[in-house]
């Protein structure tokens, strides 16, 4: 039997080595990506063992795992473990479908959405614009940059990463005050204010890069939308109830939009990756949360019945 007829004949899985670590695929699955290396005969008969029975690849084992993947589930998923310049060179070698790929420099911010001719068409301002929402989202994708642009990409994200910090700060300084002392100083009140309105600048123009990016990328950050919406209304109420009124009756609404901008912090999430599961995670189990907050609560207001009765 020769090694073409082998592939194709009635062979339920094709054994394939790859640099000592074994993989088992259907035939059936290979045969419905006929472009792709694996799945076209010719291409593979190439890397056929006759000792073993096996196709050998020497390729990079854990990128396998993510086109093993894909071959199982159809979906092609990025792994942090592996480098984005590794997973390019090994998807270019297994020649997977194109719309695949371009999905998935889509989803890492490498290739555009539209033609080159068409974002060449934009205005200067909305392609800086979504050039700093990419950089400062996807540090991957300094590996495809030159030298210059991979320090542009940084100080973009340093600065964006000082920003949130700098207003996480003032918002903690801000709040020292409103609690130690009932009349801040003129000075520090006026500098806070300054500060909170340079930040609400900063926030909203985040805010619109998130609709340019998406429109150029096809992506979107949900939770980092929201967070952004959130701080920078919390921003203005907050200029607009210190500048406007100074009565004691905002005490209470004011404590609460302190608490909204509180939220900003959370926008290091696109810079901590541990931040970010953790915030997945929370959202992930919110229900069983709820459950266990409603039973503290309830067991609480048992203790508190019990307590106050036996006390009185």
Not at 20 to 28: A, C, H, K, N, R
Not at 291 to 296: K, L
């Amino acid at each position: 039997m020769s090694k073409r007829t082998r592939f194709s004949s009635f062979m339920r899985n094709i054994r394939f080595n790859v640099s000592g670590e074994i993989f088992y695929i259907p035939l059936d699955i290979l045969r419905k990506h006929p472009t792709t290396t694996l799945g076209n005969a010719q291409s593979l008969i190439k890397f056929y063992d006759p000792a073993k029975d096996e196709y050998f690849l020497d390729r990079h084992r854990p990128t396998f795992w993510l086109i093993y993947d894909y071959y199982m589930t159809g979906v092609l998923e990025r792994s942090e473990e592996v480098p984005l310049r590794v997973i390019v060179d090994e998807l270019k070698f297994y020649s997977l479908e194109a719309d695949v790929i371009n999905d998935f420099l889509m989803s890492e911010c490498i290739l555009a959405k539209e033609p080159m001719s068409n974002i060449q068409t934009r205005t200067k301002f909305k392609r800086i614009l979504s050039e700093l929402i990419c950089l400062q989202k996807h540090d991957e994708s300094d590996s495809f940059s030159r030298s210059w642009e991979k320090y542009r990409q940084r100080f973009i994200r340093y600065f964006n990463i000082l920003i949130v910090v700098c207003a996480t700060i003032g918002f903690i300084v801000d709040s020292g005050f409103s609690s130690e002392y009932e009349e801040k100083s003129e000075s520090a009140d006026r500098n806070l204010k300054r500060l909170e309105f340079l930040f609400g600048i900063w926030f909203s123009i985040q805010l619109f890069g998130e609709f340019v990016i998406t429109q150029k990328f096809g992506t979107f950050d949900k939770l980092i939308f929201l967070i952004n919406i959130i701080s920078l209304q919390a921003s203005i109420q907050y200029l607009v109830i210190n500048t406007w009124f100074e009565s004691s009756e905002n005490k209470v609404f004011l404590r609460l939009i302190n608490f909204l901008r509180g939220w900003r912090v959370l926008l290091l999430e696109r810079f901590c990756r541990n931040l970010r599961h953790l915030l997945i995670s929370i959202y992930e189990t919110k229900f069983m949360i709820g459950q266990v907050i409603i039973i503290i609560l309830f067991t609480s207001v048992i203790i508190g019945t019990f307590v106050y009765s036996f006390g009185t």
